[in-house]
């Protein structure tokens, strides 16, 4: 009798085995095959993507004007870009010293009423940290390296005192804001942006009238409402009291949107970046 000679043949993704049978004319043969390996996907994608953006208003100067409304957050500052340290920025995101957002989420103190709570970055000599504050714990700011480690601590505070059996896990640049285009665009266009080493650069391209129209009316777009100005501005004048590297400077003028002018006098906020980078 002859015996079994079994013969293999693998690659990267799959592997086949058969045997050789007896002369009796009989034969076995096993095979198998398995499925390909999953690698991650990488960011390839990022510099060939057209993303749709508002337009926003610029200065005399050229600079973005502040506070601007995008989507659900209020910019009130873009920093400034610190591209000479890869820490500070990855393929994908940049992350401005002094950049200052603000927006509302559930109280971590109050299960019934939701707060202003405000984001900024500062310089943490190797790596950006990141900082959140909500309006009814003025003092008690939150500070990670990363933007979703703060966020995450926030949002684990929240599902506790609301009993929400929920995940506490959370995406840093959505809470952030730098996962929206408009935003993403705005940091794009700060100096330095095009010698950050890691970066992609990003292509964007201005929303149709017809659709900026539809993000204004929704609130998502041009200037904040008056109400969220005057509570962002309590909530920014009761860090800064605790905060000794922010500077706050109010100034009165007439704010208005691409449909209407909002009555009265509507205060500009804007936040001054540490004074260790200030040009």
Not at 168 to 173: C, D, I, T
Not at 206 to 230: A, C, F, N, Q, Y
């Amino acid at each position: 009798m002859h015996q079994m000679r079994c013969s293999t043949i693998s690659s990267s993704n799959f592997s086949i085995s058969f045997g050789a049978g007896d002369n009796s004319g009989g034969s076995e043969t096993g095979f198998s095959q398995q499925q390909p390996v999953k690698r991650r996907k990488r960011h390839h994608d990022i510099g060939s993507k057209v993303r749709s953006v508002q337009p926003v208003p610029r200065d005399k100067d050229g600079n973005y004007e502040m506070p601007v409304q995008v989507g659900i957050l209020t910019v009130l500052n873009l920093g400034k870009i610190v591209w000479d340290q890869d820490s500070y920025h990855n393929e994908r995101y940049i992350w401005p010293v002094g950049y200052t957002v603000q927006r509302e989420y559930y109280s971590m103190k109050n299960p019934d009423q939701q707060v202003i709570y405000t984001c900024w970055i500062t310089d943490g000599g190797d790596a950006p940290l990141f900082h959140v504050e909500a309006e009814d714990m003025v003092g008690s700011p939150i500070a990670a390296p990363t933007a979703t480690g703060a966020w995450t601590t926030v949002l684990r505070a929240v599902n506790q005192i609301r009993q929400r059996d929920h995940s506490n896990s959370a995406s840093g640049p959505d809470y952030f804001g730098f996962s929206h285009p408009t935003i993403a665009k705005m940091i794009q266009d700060l100096p330095g942006a095009d010698r950050c080493r890691s970066y992609i650069m990003q292509h964007f391209v201005e929303m149709k009238d017809r659709h900026v129209r539809g993000v204004i009316k929704k609130g998502r777009g041009g200037r904040p409402s008056t109400d969220m100005l005057s509570r962002g501005q309590r909530a920014l004048m009761a860090s800064s009291s605790t905060l000794p590297h922010v500077e706050t400077k109010l100034v009165c003028e007439k704010t208005a949107s691409s449909q209407t002018e909002f009555a009265g006098t509507a205060k500009r906020i804007s936040v001054a970046t540490l004074t260790n980078n200030d040009e």
